[in-house]
């Protein structure tokens, strides 16, 4: 899912990401909440109709804000109170209202309001998360509605496996329409990383989605792939184009580099897509960066939203075809 947080991903439109095959995109429930109002969305028909979307749309639920906004928020066991970052105004969500204002927002999947440990953080503060995680998870079904959106639960528990466990079997336990990996990619270095996503991806219910949240690297998609992973988003692609980063199946590439100030040729031959790369030369596409025009952080985007468009059309077939093996070679340097 590439991300909106605000109804849009950055730099291209609803028609860019229909062209380039996704089904899905993820939005957030807080900014959305805010601004524009979820009142305004559902009188204007739903996010769907205000963003001109045909796919689907997951929505985040406010619970990642709690750890990247906690200097603006206070926690209790009954929900969050929220300090604007926009005006400074105070709000109040709870599990209720996170799936309240995601069923207002029309979307098709509601992730349930969570606590998000940072990391690092002791295993108290872990083990303390998941229990709030866990305490709300009922009251987040609680507004499961007909017609409403699909709700997810999320496991979350640090680093520690015992706790893993033990979040994975009481929420599979729960009647959630899928179920997410939560508390990865928020600073922890890879080598934690995928122990955790290579526990907890099969203690889930196997006839349920699994969403990883947040991870973004097309390595850290395989490995989390073969470990049964099905769903994911990150900011990645997006963000590292306006950074100036392409990616490619020779790896990331500065796009700003000298080499390229004359460069007709794609980058990467294996890795040049029409909208972007395949069109206009490594020299315009500098050139345009370098000028500060807003055309080169489109181009980079479309390349990167393209090329993970691609990984993730081949990893379906992969699994389909029995040819994983050759798909992990095929990648083995992006």
Not at 165 to 171: G, I, K, N, Q, V
């Amino acid at each position: 899912m590439p991300v909106g947080t605000a109804g849009t991903v950055k730099t291209v439109d609803s028609q860019d990401l229909e062209n380039l095959g996704f089904q899905q995109v993820l939005a957030n429930t807080y900014h959305l909440s805010l601004r524009p109002g979820a009142d305004l969305v559902e009188r204007f028909g739903g996010l769907h109709e205000l963003m001109s979307w045909k796919g689907s749309i997951l929505t985040d639920s406010g619970g990642y804000q709690v750890m990247s906004l906690s200097s603006m928020n206070e926690i209790d066991d009954d929900g969050v109170t929220f300090k604007s970052h926009l005006d400074g105004s105070r709000h109040r969500l709870t599990p209720e209202r996170s799936i309240d204002i995601q069923t207002q927002l029309g979307v098709d999947i509601a992730m349930a309001l969570d606590e998000c440990p940072p990391y690092p953080c002791s295993r108290e503060t872990a083990a303390r998360a998941m229990e709030r995680t866990h305490a709300w998870a009922p009251r987040n079904l609680s507004r499961r509605t007909e017609g409403g959106p699909a709700i997810f639960g999320i496991v979350q528990g640090g680093v520690h496996e015992d706790l893993r466990r033990e979040s994975a079997a009481f929420l599979g336990e729960l009647p959630f329409d899928g179920f997410a990996v939560g508390g990865v990619s928020v600073g922890e270095p890879t080598e934690m990383q995928y122990p955790v996503v290579k526990l907890a991806a099969p203690l889930l219910p196997a006839d349920k989605a699994r969403y990883l949240m947040g991870v973004g690297h097309p390595q850290d998609i395989l490995h989390a792939v073969a470990c049964g992973i099905d769903m994911f988003d990150c900011v990645l692609p997006t963000r590292m184009a306006r950074h100036h980063v392409l990616y490619t199946l020779r790896g990331r590439v500065n796009a700003m580099n000298a080499q390229y100030a004359e460069m007709k040729t794609p980058i990467d031959p294996d890795s040049a897509f029409p909208a972007s790369t395949g069109r206009y030369s490594p020299a315009y596409l500098r050139h345009l960066l370098k000028a500060k025009e807003p055309t080169g952080a489109r181009l980079m985007t479309l390349h990167n939203l393209a090329f993970y468009a691609r990984m993730m059309e081949e990893i379906r077939a992969a699994i389909t075809e029995g040819s994983w093996p050759e798909l992990m070679a095929r990648y083995a340097n992006a």
